[in-house]
C-alpha cells in the first residue's frame, strides 16, 4: 500500500515540521491541550525533542526514544537530508521555562538509518548521542505483529504540532494520545482519526503497546495525510528490532573513565597543604570521583565543578601514596595513584613552597592558607581567592553539611550540593576576586569554576 503522492511526511525537508530562520517554530507557545485529541504530558522522560540544525538559522524539530544510554530510536526522514547538528532536549516544553527540563544532550552521529528507506517502508534512524542520558531507557518490540493487533489501542507520544495544515502551529510541548490500530502491513501499522492522531513534529516519535504490564515501543511515527485528521502510519518496530539491537552493541559502548594525577608529580617532594590535582573524564557520565591521601580520604571533591583540584590533609612526614578512583553511571571504575614524599623540614624560607615559610626548621604557612586574606587566586594555595562584601580571602569548594572539609574556624557555607569555606560569622554577596561583583554563593562557585578551567589551559 503506497499513497506517496498524497502523503506529507511528518516533519521532513523542506516543509520540515516547524522549519523556521532561527529553530523553535514561532508559535510554540500556544498549547491548547489538544494534539488531535491529546493532552500534554510530563510522563515519558525518555521521548526527547529532537532539535535539528540546517545552518543559516533554519532549523527543525523531530520526536524520538531513548531505548539505550546514548540511543534515540527516530525516523529516517528526520534526518535525511543531513542536519549539520542534532540535539536531544528532555524535558516537557521548549516553550519558556519548563519545570520538567531533564537535560540537553548534543548527538555525537545521526546518519544511521535504515538501507533503502521510504516512506512506505524502512522509515527509521539511529541517533547516537555524545554521552550517556541521565534517563532510563525504554524497552522496543521484538515480537511479531500480526492482524490479530488490529484494534490494539496505540499510545502516541509526540513534540509536533496540535493544528495541521501549512503552516500548522502548536508544537513544541510534550503530548500524547491514544488511538487504534487500523491495519498491520509489511513495514507499517496504520491509525489515525480527526480525533486521535499524530502531526507535523511527531515524526520520529513512539507509538506504544502495552506487552506484559510494560509500555514498550511498537512503532516509529513516519506519515500522515495533510490536515492531521485522517490516516497515518508508523513504521513496524519489531520488524528492524535485530538491526536496532546489533546497532546498540556495536555503539554504544562503555569505556571504563580516564583519570589521571595531575599534580604533584610522581616522586616529588611536597610540602604541608599540598594541592592534588586530578584530571578525569568518562564517555558517558562520572558518578563518583574519590581521593585519598595513604588510604585517608580526601574531603571537597564537587564532582559537579571540574578541576579536581583539592588540597591535602594533615599528614606525617614520610611517604604518601595519593590515589584517584572514578566511577562512571555504568559502574566501571579506573584508579591512577603517585607516589610522592611529604617533607616540612627546612633551614632557610626558600626550602619551603610557595604560601609556606621555615619556623623551627619546619615548614609552616605563612600565607595562601584557606582562610587568609589574598588579593588574587595565585595568592592561595588552592588557587582559589574569592570575595564575600569587601573582603577577599582564600577559599576552597566544600560540601555543605559534611564533616572535616574546612580548616578549624571555618564553615562550609552554601545551600546546595557545593558550597565555599569561609569564616562562619561573614556573610554577604559574592564574586571573584578583581571582577565584577555578581552576588550570591551560586556567583562565586561558577567564576571559581571558571577562573580555574582557564588557569588549567595556559598550563597545557
Given amino acids: ?64 526514544t531513548l531505548v539505550s544510554p546514548r540511543v534515540i530510536l527516530t ?11 542534532v540535539t536531544a532536549y528532555f524535558g516537557t516544553t521548549v516553550s519558556g521555562n519548563d519545570p520538567g527540563r531533564i537535560e540537553s544532550v548534543p548527538a555525537e552521529s545521526w546518519e544511521v538509518y535504515h538501507p533503502d528507506w521510504s516512506l512506505s517502508a524502512g ?10 542520558s541521565q534517563v532510563e531507557p525504554m524497552g522496543y ?24 495544515g501549512n503552516p500548522g502551529s502548536g508544537a513544541g510541548s510534550k503530548r500524547h494520545v491514544t488511538a487504534s490500530i487500523q491495519e498491520v ?13 499524530t502531526c507535523q513534529g511527531d515524526s520520529g516519535g513512539p507509538g506504544f503497546l502495552s506487552v506484559g504490564g510494560q509500555e514498550v515501543v511498537a512503532s516509529v511515527t513516519s506519515w500522515g495525510i495533510e490536515g492531521c485528521t485522517s490516516d ?28 589521571a594525577v595531575a599534580r604533584p608529580a610522581q616522586g616529588e617532594r611536597v610540602r604541608p597543604g599540598f594541592v592534588i590535582h586530578i584530571e578525569a573524564t568518562d564517555n558517558t557520565r562520572l558518578e563518583s570521583l574519590e581521593i585519598t591521601a595513604n588510604g585517608v580520604p580526601v574531603p571537597g571533591v564537587q564532582l559537579e565543578v571540574p578541576p579536581y583540584i583539592v588540597n591535602a590533609p594533615e599528614l606525617p612526614d614520610g611517604p604518601v601514596t595519593i590515589e584517584a578512583v572514578a566511577t562512571d553511571n555504568r559502574g566501571d ?68 553539611g559534611e564533616e572535616g572539609v574546612c580548616p578549624a574556624g571555618l ?46 589551559r595556559r598550563r597545557r
Wanted: with cysteine; hydrophobic share 35%; glycine share 14%.
Fill in 1 to 64: 500500500m503506497i499513497r506517496l503522492a498524497s502523503l506529507l511526511a511528518l516533519v521532513s525537508v523542506p516543509l520540515a515540521g516547524c522549519l523556521t530562520e532561527s529553530g523553535p517554530p514561532e508559535e510554540v507557545g500556544s498549547d491548547p491541550q489538544e494534539i488531535i485529541g491529546g493532552t500534554t504530558t510530563t510522563d515519558y522522560p525518555a521521548v526527547p525533542l529532537l532539535s535539528l540544525g540546517f545552518g543559516g538559522g533554519a532549523g527543525a524539530i523531530c520526536s524520538g
Fill in 75 to 85: 525516523a529516517a526522514h528526520c534526518v535525511d537530508p543531513s542536519p549539520a547538528e
Fill in 123 to 132: 522509515d527509521f534512524a539511529l541517533v547516537l548521542l555524545a554521552h550517556d
Fill in 141 to 164: 518490540l521484538t515480537a511479531e505483529l500480526d492482524d490479530g493487533d488490529v484494534g490494539r489501542p496505540l499510545h502516541l507520544v509526540g513534540w509536533g504540532n496540535t493544528v495541521g
Fill in 185 to 197: 502491513e509489511d513495514w507499517l501499522v496504520l491509525y489515525g482519526s480527526p480525533s486521535a492522531n
Fill in 232 to 259: 497515518s502510519g508508523a513504521g513496524r518496530v519489531d520488524v528492524v528490532a535485530g538491526w536496532i539491537a546489533d546497532y546498540i552493541a556495536e555503539n554504544d559502548v562503555p569505556l571504563p573513565p580516564e583519570v
Fill in 333 to 400: 571504575s579506573t584508579r591512577a595513584s603517585v607516589e610522592v614524599t611529604l617533607d616540612s623540614s627546612c633551614s632557610q624560607a626558600s626550602d619551603c613552597g610557595p604560601g609556606y615559610t621555615c619556623e623551627d626548621s619546619a615548614c609552616v604557612p605563612s600565607s595562601g592558607a584557606t582562610g587568609d586574606l589574598c588579593a588574587d587566586n595565585e595568592d592561595c594555595l588552592s588557587g582559589m581567592c574569592g570575595t564575600v562584601g569587601d573582603e577577599s580571602r582564600c577559599t576552597q569548594q566544600c560540601t555543605p
Fill in 411 to 456: 564553615a562550609c557555607l552554601g545551600d546546595g550540593e557545593v558550597g565555599y569555606c569561609w569564616p562562619d560569622d561573614d556573610e554577604g554577596g559574592c564574586q571573584i576576586a578583581g571582577g565584577p561583583g555578581r552576588g550570591g554563593l551560586t556567583a562565586l562557585l561558577v567564576g571559581l569554576a571558571l577562573v580555574l578551567a582557564a588557569a588549567r
